[in-house]
């Protein structure tokens, strides 16, 4: 029953966040607080942790196969993969629910190169309020914008975005 209210939620969250227009590249956390620690299997069936991640900068997108506009957001989380240096930024995706198979038949619609991670449980607790919702850690491990809503990650905008924040960060 939590687990249905939980995902009704998550439904209604998602529809109204997508009737937004997204003004803002990425909102800045106001405490910028760690990322919580993980421990979820990836598309590999291999448990991976947010550790692996640490020392560069890493843009968390929570997603679902069922979600219309996290499914049209996809192409430009890959976009921004591949066009950033992968030894200071890489992306990660984080589907919310069960469904494997789901997944893979997704991915092979729209395959990308980056790792996905399945929270089957929805056991992490990173504030998600809606769908798809993306977070960008730091390398330090903290979480210091967040966006709600789709986004176009591969734009030329979030792209210098990105790339002055890890410019600003190497000084």
Known sequence: MKKILLYSFLIYITFFSSLTS?????????TKEVAPAFNLVGMDEKFHTMDEFKGKFVLVNFWATWCHPCKEEMPTLEAIHKI?????????????GPDPTNIK??????????PIFIDMDLELNWGVPGLPTTFLIDPDGKMI???VGKRNFASNDMRNFFLKLIKDYSK
């Open 145 to 147: 914008y967040r966006s």
């Open 84 to 96: 950033m240096d992968n030894n200071k930024f890489t992306v990660l995706g984080i589907h919310v």
């Open 105 to 114: 038949n997704f991915l092979k619609i729209s395959p990308v190169s980056f």
């Open 22 to 30: 997204a003004r803002y590249l990425m909102d800045p956390m106001p």
